[in-house]
């Protein structure tokens, strides 16, 4: 048995039916681009024909010049009592001047009798004719059966008929869809070998989606099942709760399964991958992806980082790297010697976990996260605490006092931020305006330190995060604040802690800008 399997993507059409999913015409041309690089068998660009924003794509995709991937345009079989050399649907399909072709039928008699309102033989020659049809038209035709495990399930016998209606007309490929995703592993696993016991695993794929959080647990078994093709989306997007996480399936099939893929040589650029679908949606990604996330391969515990450093199989499943991922040891209050030595040296510290030292920091560490601080994602201020506590930090400048006034005007609302710091002894005294407070400050303390430390024009603020730690005391409840800045070359974050929202902000706001001075 070939252990070979097609890549076929459809994050273009079905992956923009998902809420709060939407790609304009560029950004589809860019992702068409992308996928090819990576080595994609087929990239499934939507609907011809159905809204301006895919034909124009079509238009423009027929100009790309796809090193690997075949474009594919999805529709749907003829229309009942209907000749398939007439029927619009299929003119359009063909006028896409897209290689391939997919089109979907109905496998489950419940949807012939009650949705298309046809006979089940009228049903069989659609999906046939379509078929012979396209193909003779050049095209390469991927059959889509549309609900085939309820079907099957319904009338065995029928379902499979279908796919021998497609298989004649000259199908290269039945990929049979969970399409409500409510089948179960082991029935889904049965019903996949019996496809191809009946019509070869050359000719079988497997098109599944999420609803019992299944997606990427049936499209594998439906691969060990001998299917020789596997549809999903990029991150899971789809409609209702998505579609099999393609990035899931991929790194299983080519990391555990022994299975191999047009792209396996690229798998190192999966994260990056996965990451420029987020960014395009506009998304934020989601740490807890598998393989790709951000936490895919972070420690905690002490032991837990610890004995990853040491032998890095011991806690993680696979190389990081294979997937273009990587370690992070994560420090919080149940970090011991071993972890905070491990974080400082992912920071570039070298840090002897037998220092004297080591015994103030863990304790300073313990009690601020009692207080709330948390340093999983504010690197720059972990730095910042592990080289005051070494005698590391430089005094670049002493704060004197800060002031946050905010007053509307009409209806315009305005901050006005005093800040006074002294820098090399002289006393600087600065006043800015911004339309909200943290931006008055940050813009304030920088006007004070900028003609000292020119360095500083190069850094912005790109994201502030708050978070109400007690919720009892209402109003005066202890907050913490997440600020991430940029220099253009690096990103590092930064926290505060105070009852007072904008004192927090402006902690955060203070370790941002020693930890940019102290980079030189």
């Not at 079989?77 to 398939?84: E, H, L, M």
């Not at 190389?319 to 400082?344: E, F, H, I, Q």
Request: with cysteine.
């Amino acid at each position: 048995m070939s252990t070979a399997v097609k890549i076929y993507d459809t994050t273009l059409r079905d992956g923009t039916q998902g809420e709060g999913i939407s790609f304009s015409v560029a950004d589809k041309l860019l992702i068409a681009q992308k996928l090819d690089h990576f080595g994609v068998d087929y990239i499934e660009g939507g609907f011809p024909g159905s809204n301006p924003r895919d034909i124009t794509f079509f238009q423009e995709a027929q100009k790309l010049n796809l090193k690997h991937a075949r474009l594919a345009a999805f529709g749907s079989t003829r229309r009942a009592g209907a000749k398939a050399n007439e029927d619009a649907q299929l003119k359009t399909l063909l006028d896409s001047g897209m290689p391939v072709t997919t089109i979907v039928g109905k496998t489950w008699t419940l949807h012939v009798t009650e949705i298309l309102r046809t006979t089940l033989e009228e049903n069989l020659a659609m999906i046939e004719d379509s078929t012979r049809y396209l193909v003779a038209q050049g095209r390469e035709v991927i059959y889509d059966a549309e609900h085939f495990f309820d079907g099957y399930k319904s009338d065995p016998d029928y379902a499979l008929k279908t796919l021998a209606a497609a298989l004649r007309g000259g199908a290269s490929n039945l990929s049979l869809c969970d399409t409500n995703g409510g089948t179960m592993v082991d029935e889904f696993k049965d019903i996949v070998a019996r496809a191809v016991r009946e019509f070869g695993a050359d000719k079988i794929g497997v098109h599944c989606h999420n609803d019992c959080g299944l997606g990427v647990a049936l499209s594998l078994a439906g691969i060990t099942a001998g299917a020789s093709l596997v549809q999903g989306t990029a991150n899971g997007y789809g409609e209702r709760v998505g579609n099999a996480n393609l990035t899931t399936v991929l790194a299983n099939l080519l990391l555990k399964m022994g299975r191999t893929a047009h792209c396996a040589p690229h798998l190192g650029q999966l994260r990056d991958l996965s990451l420029f679908f987020d960014e395009l949606a506009n998304l934020r990604p989601d740490p807890k992806a598998p393989f790709v996330g951000h936490s895919a391969f972070a420690h905690k515990g002490g032991l837990h980082a610890n004995a990853a450093q040491k032998v890095a199989r011991s806690y993680e499943h696979i190389d990081p790297s294979l997937v273009g991922n990587r370690t992070r040891v994560l420090v919080s209050d149940m970090a011991g010697r071993s972890s905070l030595a491990l974080k400082a040296r992912e920071l570039g510290l070298e840090l002897d976990e037998k220092r004297p030292e080591m015994k103030g920091l863990i304790d300073e560490l313990k009690e601020r996260e009692f207080r709330g601080y948390e340093y999983e994602a504010a690197d720059a201020s972990f730095r910042l605490l592990v080289g005051k506590h070494l005698g590391q930090n430089r005094s670049f400048f002493e704060v004197e006092s800060y002031r946050v006034i905010i007053e509307r005007h009409g209806g315009e609302l305005w901050a006005e931020a005093t800040v006074k710091l002294k820098i090399d002894g002289e006393t600087v005294h600065t006043v800015a305006e911004e339309t909200g407070p943290v931006g008055a400050l940050d813009r304030a303390l920088r006007l004070a330190l900028e003609k000292t430390y020119p360095q500083l024009r190069d850094m912005n603020l790109r994201d502030y995060k708050v978070r109400i730690l007690e919720g009892s005391t209402g109003a005066g409840s202890r907050t913490r604040v997440l600020i991430e800045s940029g220099d253009g070359k690096r990103i590092w974050g930064t926290v505060g802690v105070s009852d007072n929202i904008i004192d927090a902000s402006w902690e955060a706001l203070r370790d941002a800008v020693e930890y940019k001075l102290s980079l030189g």
